[in-house]
């Protein structure tokens, strides 16, 4: 039963090839995001999408696009990867309202790792 | 901003003694706190939260963390480790009100459980 897939675990792409990483979601919730973590660091935010509102960090490279067709699914597009990119990528996803006691814990999937020849 | 600080790259500890994994923030307001845990080449493995209420939170895998308001503290312990404790636990948090607010993590300790 799992709640947050990401495919592929492993990706193998070449410098300045686009490459697309895909996240679902079994659990309805209404906000999905990506991070960026490398090498045993803290994972960094690029973008959110709160319902069909995308909204990017300030600094996120122009390089990284995503795109929200609906609830479940989510994908981060890499348009020319560097070897900078090389990094483990999390998708999360969290129920969001704007009521009092909104629970803002966030469910993360497996990642991919991301590997740039 | 919001900020949290995992002083300890690493914390070693034998099998069968008590852990702490330390963690303090700043916030603005009140804060929603939160531990997570990763094996290697994994995801974030949600551990436990606080949001409000008593200070002593239980989570998972028999976790527990206390919510230390004037110390602005949340450590993470556990009265017993176990040899397959041993992974990197990152400390987050969020800010509880003011409209849409990302959740800050720390840059995660590495936790050795000895045998």
């Known amino acids: ?71 479940s699914f989510c994908f981060l597009d890499i348009r020319s990867p560097g070897l900078g990119d090389a990094a483990m990528y999390l998708c999360a996803t969290s129920r969001d309202t704007s009521n009092r006691g909104r629970k803002e814990t966030q469910y993360f999937g497996p990642g991919t790792r991301l590997l740039v020849l | 901003a919001q900020s949290v600080a995992q002083p300890e790259d690493q914390v070693n500890v034998a099998e069968g003694n008590p852990l702490t994994v330390k963690c303090t923030y700043s916030v603005s307001g009140n804060p929603y706190l939160f531990w997570y845990v990763q094996y290697p080449n994994r995801g974030l493995q949600f551990l436990l939260k606080y949001i409000t209420g008593d200070n002593l939170v239980k989570g998972s895998y028999g976790f527990e963390a206390e919510f230390n308001k004037s110390q602005t503290s949340f450590h993470l312990k556990k009265p017993s480790a176990l040899v397959s404790d041993s992974a990197l636990y990152f400390c987050a948090v969020r800010a509880s009100s003011g409209g849409y607010q990302k959740v800050t993590f720390g840059t995660g300790t590495k936790l050795q459980v000895i045998p």
């Open chain 1, 1 to 71: 039963d799992a709640m947050v897939i990401q495919n592929p675990r492993y990706q193998v792409t070449q410098f300045g090839k686009p490459v697309t990483l895909s996240c679902s979601q079994t659990l309805n919730h209404n906000v999905m995001y990506w991070y960026q973590q490398k090498s045993s660091q803290a994972p960094k935010l690029l973008f959110h999408y709160y319902d069909k509102d995308f909204n990017n960090e300030a600094d996120t490279p122009d390089n990284f696009q995503s795109r929200r067709p609906n609830t």
